[in-house]
């Protein structure tokens, strides 16, 4: 069962609960409004086992847990998106979270309409990364000024391409005149 509580106008809301459907998973949709006592409330309520959330929202879950000694068992797989994981969060939602197998680290943007690149989150790792790409995703980083391709472990802006990218933004012509490089790879700033 998968817990949608990214309200639907967000991309993580609206695309994982097409996933989850598509995959042939129940979902409950909630109020994006709800109090971490009452997301809790719910995921208990539905049994979820799966849910994506935003680093504030897992930050206030967290605190929840640690403030009440609740747990829910039922929850065994967290993705976390729409900004960073810090590694310290990644720690305290482990400890907090006893049942939890799988948290996974997004990243993603509404352009992309969806995940870019995912990497879950172990005990072992140092820090906290993005991951490799989805799959269907393609990644390469170029040069901030001159936009030529960098090589491994160099610094520059993420261009992605995938079959979903959006290609304009409407009445935005200098917007969507640098969205994409000369090959038609999606620039991500």
């Excluded at 006893?98 to 172990?122: A, R, W």
């Excluded at 990644?139 to 936009?147: A, G, I, N, W």
Aim: aromatic residues 6%.
């Amino acid at each position: 069962m998968y817990l949608g509580i990214n309200s639907i106008t967000h991309v993580t809301g609206l695309v994982f609960i097409m996933i989850s459907v598509l995959d042939g998973a129940s979902c409950a949709v909630t109020s994006a409004k709800l109090t971490p006592a009452e997301i809790m409330d719910a995921i208990d309520k539905f049994k979820v086992t799966a849910a994506l959330t935003f680093p504030a929202q897992l930050q206030a879950l967290t605190r929840e847990t640690r403030r009440t000694g609740r747990r829910v068992p039922s929850l065994r797989t967290l993705a976390v998106g729409g900004s960073v994981l810090a590694e310290s969060l990644a720690y305290s939602v482990r400890a907090s979270f006893g049942g939890l197998k799988h948290l996974v680290n997004m990243y993603g943007m509404t352009e992309s309409c969806g995940v870019i690149t995912c990497q879950p989150s172990t005990e072992t790792q140092r820090g906290v990364d993005v991951g490799v790409p989805a799959i269907g995703v393609k990644v390469k980083v170029t040069d901030f000024k001159t936009h030529k391709r960098l090589g491994p472990n160099q610094m520059g802006e993420i261009c992605i391409h995938n079959l979903s990218t959006v290609t304009t933004y409407y009445k935005r012509p200098k917007e969507s005149a640098e969205l994409l490089d000369e090959e038609g790879w999606l620039r991500t700033g």
